[in-house]
């Protein structure tokens, strides 16, 4: 883990000395699992509603903190549970889609509390990775110096095993929790600095697609083929036009706002596309030379096409970034969130259109 701090505090060296930091348009769409008033959570350093205390904010990536992670109890569990699970999510985090920073599932349900970092977790759980793409407890570091939401969630599941494969992005992970909850309680806490001024909107520019309409339905043939979807996964074709003087490369993300994990998913990432270009073709043809893909909230460097296999509406954004830089130097193996965030701290402008699927 200090391997990994160290390395990814020179990246955020270099986002905090972006020019702007912009906020993506893509909301997330949280998909809401049953709430019981008696499950009750609480803790002896976090007031719901209340200020996150120093020591529990990262130590690292700009924030000066000491990583602290807070004590938690509950109580008053719904008849049939048979394990527990904890998140913590920064839903201001500057990512277009939030920011995982703790999951851990496997909890007994003997167990009712966890005490203050260091201390071992219950014998028997198991941390997922972050969005920064390592297990462990990831504190609070708002580091735009506006105030951050951080939501502290104790889910009551019906299974005692959660079958979440080894390794796998945080989205993947909570997808497959937020399919066993019983019930759920919050305690949100803030941080943050002084900044109240309004996250700045990049210019828009335009995009169109051939075969995607704004606010129209997604062709079959742009869907998955796989994971209960019955489409041909193809990519579809992209055009933009009108990008800000100043634009050194271009970003490519296609999120679904909808996907019951509480954070939505990124379903294809793509950055350095030279400013030269101006489209991409439908699959299989190749993305431009220069291009890299990003790993996708299925923890793939690939096409993702839509899935809503809950049979309910999704809505999917595909957004082109306009950026001011050649290189966007993400670390090999960067989460989605990560890449996001890096794309969005760099961005100058922003052409999007929206598309729906439903099974």
């Known amino acids: 883990m200090n391997s990994t701090i160290k390395r990814f505090n020179i990246l955020f060296a270099a986002v905090l000395g972006a020019a702007a930091l912009f906020a993506g348009c893509e909301k ?9 008033k008696a499950f009750a959570l609480t803790s002896p350093t976090l007031i719901d509603g209340g200020v996150t205390p120093q020591r529990h904010w990262q130590n690292g990536f700009g924030c000066t903190g000491d990583n602290i992670r807070p004590a938690l109890a509950w109580s008053n569990a719904p008849e049939g549970t048979k394990s527990f699970a904890i998140t ?53 570091c708002p580091v735009d110096g506006r105030v951050h939401h951080y939501a502290y969630t104790i889910y009551a599941l019906d299974t005692v095993k959660l ?19 019983l019930a759920k309680v919050t305690l949100e806490a803030t941080a943050g600095g002084t900044n109240t001024a309004p996250v700045p909107v990049p210019p828009a520019f335009s995009l169109t697609s051939p075969t995607l309409t704004d606010g129209g339905s997604i062709p ?47 379903h294809w990432v793509v950055y350095d596309i030279p400013a030269s270009i ?22 793939t460097t690939a096409w993702f096409g839509a899935c809503p296999s809950d049979g309910k509406t999704h809505r999917y954004t595909y957004s082109v970034f306009a950026l001011g830089v050649e290189k966007l130097d993400a670390p090999a193996g960067a989460t989605a969130a990560l890449t996001s965030l890096l794309i969005q701290s760099n961005t100058i402008g922003k052409a999007s259109l929206n598309g729906t699927a439903k099974m």
């Open 28 to 36: 997330n769409s949280v998909e809401p699992s049953p709430e019981s």
């Open 88 to 140: 913590v999510f920064d839903r201001d985090a500057l990512s277009g889609g939030g920011f995982w920073h703790w999951i851990v599932y496997d909890i007994p349900t003997n167990v009712s509390s966890l005490g203050e970092g260091p201390a071992n977790l219950p014998a028997g759980a198991v941390e997922a990775n972050t969005d920064l793409g390592t297990p462990g407890w990831f504190g609070a």
């Open 220 to 266: 079959q043939r742009h869907w998955n083929n796989g994971f209960g979807c019955t489409g041909e996964n193809i990519r579809p074709a992209l055009s933009w036009s009108g990008a800000p003087a100043g634009t050194k490369s271009y970003a490519i993300t296609v999120f679904d706002n909808d996907a019951p994990t509480g954070a939505g998913f990124w």
């Open 163 to 181: 079958a979440v494969p080894a390794g796998v992005p945080s989205r993947y992970a909570t997808l497959l929790l937020n399919q066993k909850v």
């Open 278 to 299: 101006d489209s991409v073709a439908e699959s299989p043809a190749q993305l431009p030379a220069g291009a890299t893909e990003g790993n996708n909230d299925l923890g």
